[in-house]
């Protein structure tokens, strides 16, 4: 299956600020890559899905302008979470892949 | 949207116990797939299985689509397989390669 790694794994910022995960795949090109978020002890929700050279389709109810994402090529692609809050603070996948392969996550922390 | 319940929530087992995992979905579906998050919340890709029946070591999984329901039975239990097993769908109706997930199941293997 599809290697794909996340950048960073943890990351602490204070409210307000902007924080960019990566994620890349390293052994499969990717047209498309999905981004999740999981709240402690809850599901996997997807938030959006990430197109190669156009814009990400968001889910409903997940605000586009908060959560940026950019898919510059078929190995990487960005969210950055803008001007972030506690309330922002869970664990963030990515996945990519017909059978779909996951990242190891991301999980942010807003004080 | 398509709904995905699992059951039970919750599973203690003695180690060298078998189980049995369900998920059941209320539409057709075109992909299912069996995942095992680990503490580290890494998701791994168990079973790839939209009907059928596949088996991998202690792991094997059946689907019966046309009931709309699937199952994990996990033999001869050991410790490493304690975590939050997840079932997610991509319905036939919605967008392609979109999963929606269970809730899960957590496991926990005592020694």
């Known amino acids: 299956g599809a290697v794909v790694s996340q950048h960073p794994s943890w990351v602490i910022c204070k409210s307000g600020t902007s924080v960019k995960i990566e994620c890349r795949s390293l052994?499969?090109?990717?047209?498309?890559m999905f981004w999740y978020r999981q709240f402690p002890k809850q599901s996997l929700m997807l938030m959006a899905t990430?197109?190669?050279?156009?814009?990400?389709?968001?889910e409903q109810g997940v605000e586009k302008d908060k959560f940026l994402i950019n898919h510059a090529s078929l190995t990487l692609s960005t969210l950055t979470v803008t001007s972030a809050h506690p309330e922002d603070s869970s664990f963030y996948i990515c996945?990519?892949?017909?059978?779909?392969?996951f990242g190891p996550g991301t999980r942010l922390t807003v004080t | 949207g398509i709904q995905v319940e699992q059951s039970p929530p919750d599973l203690i087992l003695q180690e060298g116990a078998n189980s049995t995992l369900r998920c059941n979905f209320s539409d057709s579906v075109n992909n299912l797939q069996w995942f095992h998050q680990n503490p580290w919340g890494q998701l791994i890709n168990l079973f790839y299985i939209p009907s059928g029946t596949k088996q991998n070591g202690r792991l094997s999984a059946t689907t019966v689509a046309t009931e709309r329901y699937s199952l994990l039975y996990i033999s001869s239990s050991q410790t490493t397989d304690s975590g939050v097993y997840f079932c997610?769908?991509?319905?036939?109706?919605?967008?392609?390669?979109?999963?929606?997930f269970g809730s899960g199941t957590q496991l926990t293997v005592l020694p």
């Open positions: 052994d499969f090109q990717a047209t498309t």
């Open positions: 990430s197109n190669e050279g156009s814009k990400a389709t968001y």
């Open positions: 997610a769908v991509v319905a036939l109706s919605g967008s392609a390669r979109q999963l929606t």
């Open positions: 996945s990519l892949g017909y059978e779909q392969y």
